[in-house]
């Protein structure tokens, strides 16, 4: 592609996100550099065995040092615009962009497939990735989590491509949703159910941010949208608020233009039937999750209206291991160690129920919300989300940057607990990530599960806590 560029430098390299779009630069021949506060597994892994150079800390002098970058790309902890490597970027007249600026300059195409939604959009825009490349179309791609089957992000030459549109803020000085960069000719609508209350402090606001979403898909396009999620319906409403825009739904109803069935879910993975205008197609995917079936449905309809041949989208979806993080096995034995992306009450809830109804033996939680869910707005939502869990553990959480003159503060670890502790006998909070390792470790028996839910990487105590149990 030539107009791609030469050099490029990423702050804040580390996240999940940026190293996947710096991935994707190198692997086009793209001389990329980055920096962060600091490298942890499996994201500096994934850039080591790419070759990209990155270095730890905020070092301005280095900006040059391989040659002067096209542009500085921010994201994750880079975005500070006190941060000295944006100071110096733009005291030199170095363009800084954000990550979502950047995908819509190189990755977003003519064919603009968006998945979005509070849940569920990594794991399809993941599959999807997958499913169009066994199917040949050789899309541009990005997603929000490390894929076990395939590279997280790439560049192509075609007129498609597939990208993940987090709702979340661009930055800190640019409050919009990362979908608005990303125009998408075909939408998959996964859910929608108020999150990020420190960004949308009402369920009215954040449903907003999809309303005027959906408002933009070209009446050429096609939005594939989850029947069964109240706030799918609610954004969509009727079909005159989508200019005429082709709405096909998918979801356990048989009403819907895709409906699924007949799940049987087992330690080996989903079985379900899709059922389509008098067609029927028997689903094997090797994901755990009930849930799944929901998430594999909304992929299969979208590269069905897209016109890919459905035994070769059953194949991808057979062939798809899933993502890191989402009920990735760090470790099978005697006890099973779980790693889920669940940072958020009713996700956690919603992943808690899948594994008790594959593991019949004693759940021992390791929880530690995003940011939305140590806001006062989702004390609620903690009722009963742990009721599948029989020991819950509140690590030490992350410190979190916070308005000095904000009225409220974001959740503690004590406090959590307690706010937990309402609804669940058996919690508690550990301060130390050592004794929690010990406590953990000490408590599981054969057939225990272990399951460490949240967004961060619970600083090394997944390893540790594999380490114990193998020694």
Known sequence: MSN???????????????????????????????????????????LEKSG???????????????????????????????????????EHDIPVYTYPEVLAKYFIKQNSVVTVGTWGKTTTSSLLSFILIQAGLD????????????????????????????EYQVSISDKRPKFVYYAPTHLLLTSVSWDHADLYPTEKAYLDEFRNLVKKIP????????????????????????????????????STAYHYHSISHTRNGLDFTINHAGT???IHSPMLGRFNAENITGCFAMAHSVEIDP????????????????????????????????????????????????????????????????????VAMYDEAFKDADLVIIPHLTKLKVDENAVEKPLEGEKLTAIIGKTHKSVTYIE???????????????????????????????EETVKRLTS
């Open 4 to 46: 791609l560029p030469k050099r490029v430098h990423i702050t804040g390299i580390c996240g999940v996100a940026t190293s996947a779009i710096a991935i994707a630069f190198k692997n086009k021949g793209v001389a990329v550099t980055g920096s962060d506060k600091g490298f942890y597994p499996p994201v500096s892994t994934e």
């Open 52 to 90: 990209v150079s990155f270095y730890a800390g905020w070092h301005p002098e280095n900006i040059e040092q391989a040659g002067r970058p096209d542009f500085v790309m921010i994201g994750g902890g880079g975005t500070s615009p006190s941060n000295p490597e944006i100071m110096y970027a733009r």
């Open 139 to 166: 899309p541009s791609y990005f997603t929000g989590g490390l894929s076990l089957s395939h590279s997280t992000g790439a560049i192509a030459d075609s007129d498609w491509s597939i990208v993940e549109g987090d």
């Open 219 to 254: 009446p050429t396009g096609i939005i594939i949208a989850c029947k069964d999620n109240d706030g799918v319906n609610k954004v969509l409403g009727n079909k005159s608020a989508v200019k005429g825009v082709p709405i096909v739904t998918y979801g356990k109803s048989t």
């Open 280 to 282: 029927s197609w028997k």
């Open 311 to 378: 035994e070769k989208i059953i194949q991808a979806i057979a062939d798809f291991k899933g993502i890191k993080r989402r009920f990735e096995k760090r470790f099978e034995g005697e006890v099973t160690v779980l790693d889920c992306h669940a940072p958020t009450p009713e996700k956690a809830a919603s992943v808690l129920e899948s594994i008790r109804e594959v593991y019949d033996k004693k759940i021992i939680v390791v929880y530690e919300p995003n940011i939305g869910g140590r806001q006062r707005a989702s």
């Open 432 to 462: 130390s990530d050592q004794k929690l390792v010990e406590f953990v470790t000490s408590e599981t028996h054969a057939g225990d599960v272990v399951v460490f839910l949240g967004s961060h990487g619970f600083r090394g105590m997944i």
